[in-house]
C-alpha cells in the first residue's frame, strides 16, 4: 500500500513538473512575427489569423435578408457589408463559409436542418458591400401554407459564420430581423404592420 502511493505520488509530481515546464517555453507552438503599425511601433501578431469575434456589428452588418421557397426548394439572399478592419483581415484570411439554420416548420418536414456551407465572396477592389445567395432542395413537397410563412417572411432562421475550417466563429439568430436592429438604440424589431417592437 504504501509502495502504490509513493508511485503515485511520484507520477504526480511527474506531472505537475511537466507543466510548469511547458509554461515556460511558449512559444513553440504558436510562432509570432513582429507587425509595423502606422504609428511606426510594432507588435506582436499571430501567424495564425482568427475570426473569432470579428464577425460582430459594425464590422459585419447584414443589410437585407429574403427567403423564397417553392415546393421543393428554398432561397435566401443575403446582402451584407462589413468594415474596412474586416475587409483586410479576410483579404489576408481568404476563407470564410455562410450557412443558413432552418427553424423547426421547415426541418421537420424536409429533413435538413441546415444548408450545405457556401463560401463568402473575398474581398476585392476596396468594395465593402456583397451579396451571396444560399439554396436548398428537398425530395417531398412542403404544405402551401408553410411556403407562404417561408414568402412572407414570417419563420426565423439563424446565420452561421464558418472560419475556413468550417468552424462556427458567429451566429446571428433571426437573422431575418437583423437588418432592423440598432445598436444604439436597443433591441428594435419592425413587424409585418410597420410598426416597431422592443
Not at 507520477?11 to 507543466?19: D, I, Q, R
Not at 482568427?50 to 459594425?58: A, D, M, T, V
Not at 481568404?94 to 474581398?123: C, M, N, W
Request: a neutral charge.
Amino acid at each position: 500500500m504504501i509502495k502504490m502511493l509513493f508511485h503515485i505520488y511520484l507520477v504526480t509530481c511527474f506531472l505537475l513538473l511537466a507543466a510548469c515546464e511547458h509554461q515556460h517555453h511558449p512559444s513553440s507552438h504558436h510562432p509570432t512575427k513582429q507587425v509595423e503599425k502606422e504609428g511606426g511601433t510594432k507588435q506582436t501578431e499571430s501567424n495564425h489569423l482568427s475570426l473569432e469575434q470579428k464577425f460582430l456589428p459594425p464590422h459585419f452588418l447584414v443589410n437585407q435578408f429574403a427567403a423564397n421557397a417553392t415546393s421543393r426548394s428554398i432561397k435566401f439572399t443575403i446582402h451584407y457589408t462589413m468594415s474596412e478592419q474586416l475587409y483586410h483581415l479576410l483579404e489576408r484570411y481568404q476563407d470564410y463559409y455562410f450557412v443558413i439554420q432552418y427553424p423547426e416548420e421547415l426541418s421537420r418536414l424536409t429533413r435538413i436542418e441546415h444548408s450545405h456551407a457556401v463560401k463568402g465572396p473575398l474581398p476585392s477592389n476596396g468594395q465593402l458591400s456583397y451579396v451571396v445567395t444560399i439554396s436548398s432542395t428537398w425530395k417531398k413537397d412542403i404544405p402551401k401554407d408553410l411556403m407562404d410563412q417561408i414568402n412572407h417572411g414570417q419563420l426565423r432562421y439563424n446565420l452561421l459564420i464558418l472560419d475556413k475550417e468550417q468552424f462556427p466563429v458567429h451566429i446571428f439568430n433571426d437573422v431575418q430581423w437583423y437588418q432592423s436592429f440598432d445598436p444604439n438604440k436597443g433591441s428594435n424589431i419592425i413587424s409585418e404592420d410597420g410598426n416597431t417592437k422592443r
